[in-house]
Structure formats: C-alpha cells, structure tokens
C-alpha cells in the first residue's frame, strides 16, 4: 500500500522514513499531487484541530483513492484536539483512523501502524 505524507515541521518525514525502512513506499503530496493508485494518508494537526490547506487540496485531487488516514498531533494541544485532523478526514470522508500518534512517533507507534495498514486488505 502507498502511503502518502504532508510535513510541515519535519515529525511525519521522520515517521515515513522508519516506514521505508521497513519496507514502504512513502511519498510526500507537495512532491506527488496526483496520484493514481490507492494510498494512506498521514497528516498533521494544525492551527486549533484543523486539516492542512496543503493536505485539504490535495484530499479534493485524490479522493478516489483514499482508503484511510492516520494523523500526528501533541497532545498539549489536549485530548478534544489531539490528532483532530485525522479524525476529521475518517469523518467526512468515511474512511478508518488507523492511528493517532504523539510527533514523530515512537517505534510502538510504527509497529501499530504498519499492523493496521496490513489489515485493510482482510477487511473487505
Ligand atoms: C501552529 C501549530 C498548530 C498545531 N495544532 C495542533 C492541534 O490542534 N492538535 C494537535 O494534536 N497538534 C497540533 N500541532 C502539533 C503538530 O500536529 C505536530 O507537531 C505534528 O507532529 C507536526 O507534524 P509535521 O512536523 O510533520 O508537520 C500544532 C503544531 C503547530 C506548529
């Protein structure tokens, strides 16, 4: 499965590159705004619990191969916030919220995610 990345501070390209590691094909939206193959998307939190502009430009070009989205946020941004983003995208766009983590994430949070994103092909 692709996955597909905006970074504005640099916390998700550190997540994505422990994903290549382990084997993915990550790509960042401002380098691919169109694509034609089915992908993840991983987002950040911004300003208040808000999508990206970047990332909600590009949801409009490619929302037929959206299949779920996993969001970064802080959590000193508290709980009703945290991640919001992510949980908005599952929302409008009726698809899961594999994960929410904290930065760029901790080596847990890479294991959960891949896990989740493995599973998507068996919930058909
Ligand atoms: C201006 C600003 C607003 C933010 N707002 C939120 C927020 O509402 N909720 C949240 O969970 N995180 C929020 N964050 C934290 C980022 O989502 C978090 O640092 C994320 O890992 C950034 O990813 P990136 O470095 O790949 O851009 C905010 C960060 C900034 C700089």
Redesign the pocket.
Known sequence: MLILFY???????RFSNKLTKRGFVCKDILEHPKVEEDFVLIT??????QIPDAVQLFLRNNLEHLVAVAS???KV?GND????SGETIADVYNVPLLHKFQ??GFESDVDIFIERVLSLGKMD
């Open positions: 970074s504005k501070t640099g916390n998700i390209r950040p939190t911004h300003g208040f619990g970064s946020g802080n941004w916030l945290f991640g919001k930065s760029q």
